[in-house]
């Protein structure tokens, strides 16, 4: 991200929607990668679309006020939290339309990949967990929060959170084994 994405940035958050336009076509590619990224892994029938998260999510970051934007990796994590919480909504309005659906277990693989083809409830679920965790160590919930929610690599997460990579690894780590223990705690034993 530029320089001048940050003071478009920075003027929309002081209230100048002169920019907004402009604020656009610098962010909206990379937001909609993010967005499609995080769609893939939504279930088939999902009706909330890639161009609806990214517009929902924009929306939300041009009302952010005495947000100081320092760079790219500060403006995607907080669009990755937005569309986190948009999503988030979205499936518990779903779960709630739904009521008495048999929810199935999450599925966490290797690289944290979480299969949500089944029900809505199960990112509702995820998100409790992340709650939950955030309550244990908040680091290790953002690192996953980063990694999973934005699709950030170890640099960028360590960038954004102000520690080493090494750091970040231990805490995917340490993180990872966390929510597989919550997930599947028959397998824990």
Known sequence: MSGETVRLLAAVANGDRRYVNELISH???ELRAIAANKMREENDCHTLQPTAL???AFLRLIDQTQVDWKDKTHFFAVAANLMRRILIDHARKRKAEKRGGS???LILDEALMLDLSVDPSDLVAFDDLLNRLA???ERHARVVELRYFAGMGVDETAEALGVSPATVKNDWRVARAWL??????DLSK
């Open 27 to 29: 962010v909206y590619d």
């Open 54 to 56: 990214v517009n929902e």
């Open 103 to 105: 929810a199935k277990k």
């Open 135 to 137: 309550e244990l160590n």
């Open 180 to 185: 597989q223990v919550q997930l599947h705690p």
